[in-house]
């Protein structure tokens, strides 16, 4: 059990805007300024209009003192209650052009030139007694200090007050639905049976545990399978712990699109669906950057990540727990385009396959309810009520002494790990449980949180069998790059057994001559013989090195089939061996694979 105190913040701060600067005044209407009269003047000055009424809210800078500016906050026109930061450099900049950003975003300004030199004085002396830290991404803050949401909320722990200065085009998404009970009842409590359902909310609630558990700076799971199967369920239902929309974000998105989204759910949750809308290199340069955590060094990033007058030169940086669906493995929609990835490019992102059990992505159902109608309930209720899981979930995480989640994660993976993963198995399949094992441990702690409503062990339990159809997918426990190797090899023979291996028969055939003659095959591979009454596939050893194992080293192939007994060696322990070919009247240097690799 993790203990934790309260994260509600206390600041006897008193008045925290500062007296208007000389000349101005602040009435209902607005802001007016009358300049002083001056010596010789026959008339005193005439008092104008300058803005609508606006206040000071804080002073802001980041960790390091940089970037100062000045958070104003207004109700506009409408009735919406509007917040804008000005950065205090912009303040050398011509008065219109400050007067011009903030009548766009609903503060009217006076056109009077007169007006703007007035506005921008007013802006740089009139300032609030009190002073924030500013971050320009969400989520873990100030070595996990605070945690902020993308609609600008909250969760600390101490007196420091941060502030997000980014103003997210999505950030109304985050504004909480419906109870917290309701939530459990309608959503939580009916995956409960359901594996995927259960990991789908185990994978949601892992966002803010990367920074305690993980040196890497994002994971990713990727479900696919035939349509209409559940899967935009399961990212629905993921999401509802932290937001809603009436849409899911697709891959089909320009690069600073990503990054702004990667930015916006940093520490939560990135979804996206359908990979078949974009294009096989796209999604792989999108899906290496989001798990990477860095996009691209650019002059500057896109208003909609910055307000206008705030420019970036570095690179944008985030944690990104990313969850996608579509009707191809990312493997086999980059194959598509020839792609091919590597093992530690494979682990960023886990494909899953969503079982076709009759019900899809639903294992059980509730009496007399189809798959169809049960995903749209679980849908209707995900628009009902989200965010207060993830809101309940940050306040005890935050709560808690960070040295504490931390161990107790650790613990649990570690758990998850000498639960499921067989003795032998490679490090790519521990790094994969050790994914697979934070998600675990999440819906573990929401559940000790008393968020999720779920018995103890539900989620090690549900994750622990998805583990295990993905490990039984993958086909072995051995390295990636070795089951790659075999499976190429594979292929060739099954594709091309027949028509590319010439059929010289048996060792009897051969001994009384049959198989002389050289048969006419297009770009041979080899010959196919039969030996011991088992069939074996002879490569030549260019067709070996240059096709068999194109793109790998051809004696590192030749060892992993070899090891499995599927490459037979010859007399001196070698690879290759020397064969004679009736037909070609002399011996050639063959590597023997038995026709035994087609069973796998």
Request: aromatic share 8%; with cysteine.
């Amino acid at each position: 059990m993790i203990e934790t105190e309260s994260t509600e913040q206390s600041h006897d701060e008193g008045p925290t805007v500062g007296q208007l600067p000389r000349g101005f005044s602040l009435e209902a209407d607005g802001i007016y300024y009358q300049a002083a009269k001056q010596e010789g003047d026959k008339d005193k000055p005439v008092k104008h209009w300058v803005c609508m009424p606006f206040t000071p809210l804080a002073m802001l800078a980041d960790r390091e003192g940089n970037e100062p500016s000045t958070a104003i906050g207004w109700v506009d026109a409408q009735g919406n209650v509007k917040q804008y930061v000005i950065p205090r450099a912009t303040l050398h900049e011509n008065g219109a052009i400050i007067a011009k950003e903030l009548t766009e975003r609903g503060l009217e300004v006076d056109t009077d030139p007169d007006s703007h030199r007035a506005f921008k004085r007013l802006i740089t002396n009139w300032k609030s007694t009190r002073s924030m830290v500013s971050t320009k991404i969400c989520g873990w803050a100030d070595n996990e200090v605070a945690f902020i949401l993308p609609n600008g909320k909250m969760f600390a722990r101490g007196p420091t007050e941060f502030l997000l200065v980014v103003d997210f085009k999505n950030k109304q998404d985050y504004i909480p639905r419906g109870s917290l009970d309701e939530w459990q009842e309608s959503i939580a409590a009916r995956a409960v049976g359901n594996d995927y359902l259960v990991l789908a909310l185990c994978i949601a609630f892992a966002g803010p545990l990367l920074r305690f558990a993980f040196d890497s700076v994002g994971i990713g799971f990727h479900f696919y399978g035939q349509s209409r199967k559940g899967k935009s369920t399961l990212l629905i239902l993921a999401r509802s712990v932290w937001a809603w929309s009436e849409t899911l974000e697709t891959w089909h998105a320009t690069a600073v699109g990503l990054e702004t989204a990667a930015v916006e759910t940093c520490d939560t949750l990135t979804v996206r669906d359908e990979i078949n809308r974009v294009e096989s290199q796209t999604l792989f340069d999108a899906a290496y950057m989001l798990t990477d955590g860095r996009g691209k060094d650019r002059g500057t990033v896109a208003k909609t990540l910055h307000s206008s007058a705030i420019a970036r030169q570095d690179a944008l940086t985030w944690r990104c727990n990313l969850l996608s669906s579509g009707e191809q493995s990312i493997e086999q929609k980059l194959a598509e385009s020839g792609i091919q990835i590597k093992q530690g490019q494979r682990a960023r992102v886990i494909d899953l396959l969503v079982t076709d059990n009759g019900h899809g992505a639903f294992q059980r159902l509730p009496d007399s309810v189809t798959a169809h109608d049960f995903a749209d309930q679980l849908k209707d209720a995900a628009r009902r009520c989200h965010g207060r899981a993830g809101e309940r979930f940050l306040e005890r995480i935050v709560a808690a002494a960070p040295e504490t989640v931390e161990s107790v994660l650790k613990a649990d993976i570690a758990k998850f790990q000498r639960d499921y993963v067989p003795e032998g198995a490679d490090s790519q399949v521990i790094d994969a449980a050790k994914r697979f094992g934070l998600c675990a441990a999440a819906g573990e702690l929401a559940a000790c949180f008393g968020v999720l409503n779920w018995p103890k062990d539900t989620a090690f339990v549900a994750v622990g069998r998805v583990f295990k159809r993905w490990l039984a997918a993958r086909g072995s426990i051995g390295s990636g790059e070795e089951l790659d190797a075999i499976n190429q090899v594979r292929a060739i023979v099954e594709t091309h057994g027949s028509s590319r291996f010439e059929f010289c028969g048996s060792q009897a055939d051969r001994s009384m001559g049959l198989h002389e003659e050289l048969q006419r095959t297009n770009n041979r591979l080899g010959f196919r013989v039969v030996e011991d009454d088992e069939t074996e596939y002879w490569f030549l050893s260019e067709t070996w090195k240059n096709e068999a194992c194109k793109g790998r080293d051809p004696t590192a192939v030749a060892k992993v089939l070899a090891d499995r007994g599927w490459l037979i060696k010859n007399e001196r322990d070698q690879y290759a061996s020397s064969k004679y070919i009736p037909a070609l009247r002399k011996s050639v240097r063959v590597y023997r694979v038995r026709g035994a690799i087609l069973e796998g």
